[in-house]
């Protein structure tokens, strides 16, 4: 008999890949070189590929597994079908020689007694050869049986892993990417299972993998056993974590997203059924699957792994990583890891970027979910059920249609790679319908939660996951425009380029932009997408004898402590994923700036604004801080900006204060934020002045003392200065920064600013618009110019034109 059937785990390692498969070689890399670090990896073996090519060849099935290869038409589903079944029925019935399920028992009894038991339960994955490479990740397209026990069950579990791969995916899949099927050999790990179905389990990965931004580790998770996140079968918790400011003593937890873990996977309670779905108690469900000492084990343990890797391939090599916790111990385990795939390949320089062209009426949009991926795709509505209806036969899917579904799983991907676009009404940013698109470069929203109601066959559709994290299907057919750009062929400025973030969800796509930091991060988005609600209405909700405003707060607020904890943590979140995008690099945070009417359409806002007949020039800014009505709210605004700084480590953010009318105003706010604990000067806290009132100009010389920077907020000076309001279409033809006036302001700012040595920066439309206003603002002397994103690239061009002369 051939030798080398079985090897303990940490005796293999990457090198042995031809021998053992990705996920096992894996497994004994991490054993032998992370262990030792606290890195915890259950114990197993691997049945080695000698044992799958001998079972092949001593049952005469090699030459009929290559007459039914050799006759699938890969452009008709049902004969592709028709293969897969005649292939896999063949291995499963095919008797398992004697001689090498004997070394595969001992094995296993030999792993149950290091555990203490005779018999102990096992996951048992397959491990092709070719899979978890860096050019193709092979996700699920193999099985995996959980919760095996015993022998016999171990040996069918065997056999079915060597039929797994020949399943309808799998011959796709290498059919696709150019793989030839007879020369992957397929192993088996067999691993002890950690009891995950009594505590939670998931996937993470050492990147954030929409836009690729490589500083921080998402991680997905729900209770029970991990199989329920990978099939996208519920929406998990999402946590996200700063990688660089791990080990610094900080807490740089970046967002905590409460999902919807209704169900969860468990043993099964008899020896025919391995596992079994039951629902979660609601108590539980309002949980976060993961502590927050966990979290940070967790994100500190794959940032070890991604390091060892790439030190392991002399290049950086991101990670996507299965973990599980077991439910008796507490323990936290990791059962699986491979390099991630779709990023690690791109060039960062060559920025490809979709658009929905400008229409005479706003599109109607239908619903949203999850984007996955950041393209737009429109296309004909085909709603599939399951694979074993009329149009899983492709006679009506065409290539080019909208797959919209409950959720998939790996035996979807034939029909999968024919759609322009997914829509599901399940899953997470890392279920199966996510992985999958993102390998095939198609958009997808996912957790969509009711896309097959309110989608219906045949309707024309365009599905946008180009705006956020949040992907929105839109009716109708829009049309798309797309752009390309060679950053690397931007020509150096000397001038510090910024840049205006609008939303959270966007800063980590805007990273491969040349910046020096966020000029302007708006709190009143934040408020307005991430909380939803007037900060006090949260605060006093309990007074107002309105039970609906009540029960939506309560279940906003699911997952954290009280209201306070929900304000301060949301918005930190927030103000936290823009100061990490650029770290350590400076992120300008203005507060919140809303104006009365603004905040009266919040949810509970009528109760607390009052009507203004000019709302432009009334109760907003500065004004409201130090008021007794609004000092509450403001106090969390503190709060939130004390967490990103001295609990998460992100030293980088500066407050901005906003529509500061008088020198004694801004006396006041400085006196109610160090009453808060937020001092100017504390670990480095600087302030600015926005610079956007006409007083602002005229005492910049007193306003200077208090402050650590001006930034010129060209909207609003323009408006004041002009006397005009520019929400009215009546006078919008005179609205115009570059009017001499206006002009005067900002030069006249600069100079004071200048000669009293207080930094000055413009954040205001104007320079986006119009490059002869940044040629200007050169000319002055200004010392950053900060830009929304989508006006970079022509901001660069025009610095240095100006810089030239």
């Not at 694979?387 to 080019?400: E, K, V």
């Not at 958009?443 to 705006?467: K, Y």
């Not at 001038?495 to 966020?518: I, R």
């Not at 520019?726 to 000669?755: C, F, H």
Request: proline share 4%; with cysteine; glycine share 8%.
């Amino acid at each position: 008999m051939s030798e080398n059937i079985v090897l303990p785990l940490e005796e293999v390692g990457m090198e042995a890949i031809a021998l053992v498969g990705g996920k096992s070689a894996s497994l004994g890399e991490m054993i032998r070189g992370l262990k030792s670090t606290g890195v915890k990896i259950p114990a197993g073996f691997a049945i080695t590929t000698k044992a799958y090519y001998e079972f092949i060849q001593r049952s005469g099935l090699e030459q009929f597994i290559k007459e039914q290869i050799g006759q699938i038409d890969y452009n008709n589903i049902t004969s592709l079908r028709k293969a897969g079944k005649k292939i896999r029925q063949a291995i499963s019935s095919t008797r398992f020689p004697h001689d090498l399920s004997e070394e595969i028992i001992a094995a296993y009894h030999a792993l149950s007694a290091s555990y203490g038991h005779t018999q102990t339960d096992v996951a048992v994955r397959s491990s092709a050869t070719a899979e978890d490479l860096p050019d193709a990740s092979f996700a699920g397209q193999q099985e995996t049986f959980l919760n095996v026990r015993g022998p016999v069950a171990l040996i069918d579990a065997v056999r079915n892993c060597f039929a797994s791969l020949f399943t309808d995916r799998a011959i796709s899949y290498r059919e696709n990417f150019g793989f030839d099927h007879f020369s992957i050999g397929l192993s088996v790990c067999v691993q002890k299972m950690v009891r995950s179905d009594l505590g939670a389990s998931g996937v993470a990965f050492s990147l954030d993998t929409e836009s690729g931004f490589p500083d921080v580790v998402l991680i997905n998770g729900a209770w029970g056993l991990g199989e329920m996140v990978v099939q996208g079968a519920i929406s998990p918790d999402e946590f996200i974590v700063y990688k660089p400011l791990l080990g610094t003593g900080y807490m740089p937890v970046l967002e905590k997203k409460l999902g919807n873990k209704d169900q969860k996977m468990v043993y099964g309670e008899h020896s025919d059924e391995r596992t079994r779905i039951i629902p979660v108690e609601k108590q539980q469900q309002q949980k976060f699957c993961l502590t927050d000492d966990q979290i940070m084990l967790l994100a500190e343990w794959v940032k070890r792994i991604e390091t060892y890797y790439s030190g392991k391939k002399g290049k950086w090599c991101p990670m996507d990583i299965e973990w599980a916790v077991d439910g008796y111990s507490q323990d936290l385990y990791i059962v699986q890891a491979r390099p991630e795939t779709i990023h690690s390949r791109k060039d960062r320089n060559i920025v490809t970027s979709q658009r929905i062209a400008a229409g005479a009426a706003p599109a109607r949009e239908i619903l949203r979910g999850i984007a996955v991926g950041n393209k737009i795709a429109a296309g004909k509505v085909r709603i599939l059920f399951s694979l074993d209806n009329r149009l899983s036969a492709g006679t009506d899917f065409q290539p080019g249609d909208i797959l919209v579904t409950d959720m998939t799983d790996p035996d979807w991907e034939p029909v999968m790679k024919m759609a322009s676009a997914i829509v599901t009404n399940k899953g997470g940013r890392t279920c199966h319908a996510a992985i999958v698109a993102r390998e095939m470069g198609v958009p997808a929203v996912v957790g969509c939660g009711n896309a097959t109601e309110l989608l219906s066959g045949e309707q024309q559709i365009t599905v946008s996951c180009a705006e956020g994290t949040e992907g929105i299907v839109y009716d109708g057919r829009l049309e798309i425009i797309e752009e390309e750009m060679d950053l690397s062929a931007l020509p150096a400025i000397s001038t510090p380029l910024m840049l205006n973030v609008g939303s959270p969800d966007m800063a980590f796509q805007f990273t491969h932009l040349p910046n020096n930091g966020v000029g302007l991060a708006r709190e009143e988005f934040i408020i307005n997408n991430y909380i939803k609600v007037h900060p006090l209405a949260l605060l006093h909700h309990h007074t107002l004898q309105d039970a609906a405003l009540s029960a939506e707060i309560a279940r906003l607020i699911r997952g954290f402590d009280n209201e306070e904890d929900y304000f301060i943590s949301k918005l930190a979140f927030g103000i936290g994923k823009i100061a990490a995008s650029c770290y350590p690099r400076k992120v300008i945070v203005r507060f919140s700036d809303f104006k009365s009417n603004e905040y009266y359409n919040l949810l509970g806002g009528k109760y607390f604004e009052p009507e203004e007949e000019n709302p432009m020039i009334g109760w907003r800014g500065a004004s409201r801080y130090y008021s007794e009505k609004y000092k509450p709210a403001f106090r969390l605004e503190c709060e939130a900006i004390r967490k990103v700084r001295d609990t998460m480590g992100l030293s980088n953010v500066v407050v901005m204060i906003p529509f500061c009318r008088t020198v004694e105003e801004l006396e006041q706010v400085l006196a109610v934020m160090k009453s808060c604990g937020l001092p100017r000067g504390h670990n480095g806290l600087e302030v600015y002045l926005m610079a956007e009132l006409p007083s602002n100009i005229m005492m910049a010389e007193e306003f200077a003392p208090y402050i650590d920077g001006f930034s010129i907020g060209s909207n609003d000076l323009t408006q004041l200065t002009l006397g005009i309001d520019r929400d009215s279409a009546l006078v919008a033809g005179l609205y115009n920064e570059m009017n001499p006036a206006v002009q005067r302001m900002i030069s006249r700012l600069i100079q004071a600013a200048k000669t009293h040595g207080v930094k000055v920066g413009i954040c205001g439309q104007g320079p986006s618009d119009f490059p002869e206003f940044t040629k200007l603002l050169i000319q002055q002397g200004i010392d950053s110019i900060s830009v929304t994103p989508d006006a970079v690239v022509k901001t660069v061009y025009a610095i240095h034109e100006a810089e030239r002369k």
